[in-house]
Structure formats: C-alpha cells, structure tokens
C-alpha cells in the first residue's frame, strides 16, 4: 500500500536541486507473468524504506534564492501579476468569510497560507486541464476567471456558473478548462485519471492537473486513482497540498513515515515557495506529457484558516501555532520580498494596490448580491438533453405551489 509522501513539521528542510524520486528505487517494474519472473534472492528481508525525502526550495522566507540558477524565467509583468491576483484573492477570502458570517451567503472556505499555489499555472499549458478542490481559488484568477465570476456563483445569483443548483466556491469555467469543483472528497481524483487518458488517446500533448490535500489521500480513490494512472499511462499530475490537517485530523495521525509505490515520479516542495511550486510543475509536465505517465507533487504547506466556515479549528489545535506559522512562512510576503529585492515593488504599490483590489471585490460582491436568483425550471434541467415525463410533471407541481404562495418562496427574487 502507498503511503503518502510525509514529513515532520519539525524537521522540514530543503535541497539546492529539484530532485524526482524515481520508483525505480522500490523496483516496482511490473511482472509479465507471461513472460520472466522476477529476480530470484535467496536472502530473506524486508524491503526497507528510503530516508525521509527531502523538500526542494528555490526561494528562502526572505525572498532570496541563493542559487540563481534555479531563478524563474518568467518576464517580471507576469510575475507583477501573479502576485496581485495572490492579493485580491487574500481580500476576496477576507470579504466573503465575513459576508458568510453576516448570513448573505451559506458557506464558505478561503486559502489563506496556501496561495503559493498560484506558481502552478505559470508552467501549464491553456489547453492543460484543471481539477480543483476547494483551495485553489487563484488558479481560477491565473486562468482567467473573473471576480465578478466567482462572486456571482457564491452568491448562487443567475449569472453564476452553478445555477443555483451548486455550492459557493464550486467554481468551474469550461472554457478555461476549469473543471466545476465538487464537495465529495477525492471524487475529482479518479476524473482527473480519466480525462488525462483520453488526452493520451487523442494524441494530444496536453496533461491534466488535479489537486487534492493529504486528508483525501485516505480515501480508496486516491489509491485507485494512482493505480490506474500507473497501469494506464496517463499523463496525469497529482498535486497533494499537505497543509498539516484534513479538518481537525492532524497529518501524523494518518499515515506514517515516507514511502513510494504504484510506479509513479514523485517529487517533494516547499508549497509555500511560489518558485519551488513553478519548478516542480515545469518538470512535471514535461515529462508526463513526454512520457505519457503521472507525476505526483507533495507540497508541504501550512492551513491558516479554519476548515470552513462550518468549523473551529481552536479546539485542536492552539492560537500560537496559528500564529507562528503566519509569521514565520507566508506565501504572499515571500514573494513580495523577492519583487521588492528586484526593485519592482513598493510600499506605495503595496497600498494601492489592496485598495484597488479590496475595492473591486466589494464592488463585485455589492453587484452579485443584488442579481436575481436563476429561474426555477433550473431545479431541472442540464440532467438530461430534453426532460422526461417525470421531471416534466414535477416542474408543474413546483409551479403551482409557487404560484399559490408566492410571498413564501419570495418569487420576485428570481428570475422569470
């Protein structure tokens, strides 16, 4: 059985050199049984573990990365920008927890901590698809998703992506290859498979991302997910955000020490470090894309914010521990640092731009409240191609219940 890449929070550190953990180390080359047995020993022992896999860094928590070498090759415009999405969707996240809490919509989880994961789509392809799980909000920004696109689906308002038939953050864009996020855990794991093999059917040279955190590494899809990747060939790359806690289950109370299995390139990040993120996404996909076979990225991060907004993460773990890993690691301030030392970055520009950004989210946020809800035939169709007989006669008993208490279902609120 895998068990997932894992590492004590205490004994983190980084090597100069992006490193991909060949599974040839485990030897796990499968068995033709039709063909040669395996090597035969007459040595009787267990297969012994690797030492702990080391975490690659490029950048340090003072935005200096000491080997220029692994400097990003990327024009500073696209840098500029990528930081200021970071900032917007920190405002946007500090907006809507609050507008969650003051009831205007029904629930909500933010990034806060991870938002280094922004670097990933800096080495994708638009052709790449994406399977987001619920803390990847920028990479919708990077991709090109608007605010008022966002806003609109957490507020389930008619122009949102959902139609109402979604919760808030289920954000999707098929256009982008955005594929819509789902709350059932790991369920985008196995798609993500499925999708990158018709990739690889079509002979197309694109892959496909899918992001999941260690919690759902739990589940038998991640394990069935991986094997078949693996059996397959799918050009699939799995980004594990292990932000220390899958709800209130803290990471060393769900998997032991490191290991690798099922035959697939595995590589370990600082996934606060947005270069480290962009490095280790480049190599990636070039060589899923190349060799037809997944990759899986382990990022070592650290979950600010509570859960959701469904929880309260006080009550297992404490205040102070929050507190230094806020100080100590963030994603947002490392960058920043790093475009400051460049000379491209102020504190003036700091300012305005959380102005501007907090500005243009409170105006989206004001706009998509006040739209209408999407129309109630909604409730049923994009099920099947025309409705059957049966969704036909429920949809004329909603309307007659409506049309009897309209004040009740507040019919005005929607679209007619």
């Given at each position: 059985m895998l068990k997932l890449l894992a590492i004590s929070r205490n004994s983190i550190y980084s090597t100069a050199r992006l490193q991909v953990i060949s599974s040839s180390l485990y030897s796990t080359k499968p068995i033709n049984p039709k063909s040669a047995r395996p090597e035969v020993?007459?040595?009787?022992?267990?297969?012994?573990?690797?030492?702990?896999?080391?975490?690659y860094s490029v950048m340090d928590q003072d935005g200096i990365i000491k080997d220029k070498k692994n400097a990003p090759d990327l024009p500073k415009d696209l840098i500029l920008s990528t930081y200021k999405n970071m900032l917007t969707i920190n405002s946007m996240d500090q907006i809507l927890y609050e507008a969650q809490r003051q009831g205007r919509i029904s629930f909500y989880m933010t990034s806060f901590g991870e938002e280094a994961v922004a670097g990933l789509t800096l080495a994708l392809n638009d052709q790449d698809n994406i399977f987001s799980q619920y803390r990847e909000s920028v990479v919708f920004l990077q991709r090109g998703s608007s605010i008022e696109e966002l806003m609109n689906q957490c507020f389930s308002n008619h122009l949102g992506h959902g139609k109402g038939r979604q919760m808030p953050i289920h954000y999707g864009n098929k256009k982008l290859n955005l594929h819509t996020i789902s709350s059932p855990l790991a369920t985008q794991i196995p798609q993500a498979v499925g999708t990158a093999y018709a990739q690889k059917r079509e002979g197309k040279k694109n892959c496909t991302v899918c992001f999941f955190g260690e919690g759902a590494a739990s589940e038998g899809d991640f394990h069935a997910a991986l094997n078949m990747s693996s059996t397959l060939g799918a050009p699939v790359i799995f980004y594990c955000r292990n932000n220390g806690y899958a709800i209130s289950t803290p990471s060393s109370q769900q998997f032991k020490g490191d290991g690798i299995s099922y035959g697939i390139e595995s590589i370990r990040i600082d996934g606060n470090d947005i270069w480290a993120v962009y490095a280790s996404m480049k190599k990636a996909r070039e060589y899923a894309t190349t060799n037809n076979k997944p990759v899986l990225i382990e990022a070592m991060t650290y979950r600010v914010s509570h859960h959701s907004t469904s929880d309260d993460s006080s009550a297992y773990r404490s205040k102070k521990e929050v507190e230094d890993w806020s100080s100590r690691d963030n994603p947002i301030s490392r960058l920043r640092k790093y475009i400051e030392h460049n000379g491209w970055w102020t504190s003036a520009d700091e300012s305005s731009t959380k102005i501007e950004t907090r500005s243009a989210v409170l105006k989206a946020l004001t706009e998509a409240e006040m739209l209408k809800k999407p129309q109630i035939e909604n409730l049923y169709t994009d099920v099947?191609?025309?409705?059957?007989?049966?969704?036909?006669?429920?949809?004329?008993?909603?309307?007659?219940?409506?049309?009897?208490?309209?004040?009740?279902?507040?019919?005005?609120?929607?679209?007619?």
């Open positions: 020993t007459n040595e009787l022992s267990f297969i012994k573990h690797l030492k702990q896999i080391p975490m099947y191609d025309e409705l059957t007989s049966n969704l036909k006669e429920q949809l004329l008993e909603t309307k007659k219940l409506i049309d009897k208490y309209p004040d009740y279902y507040k019919i005005n609120d929607f679209e007619r």
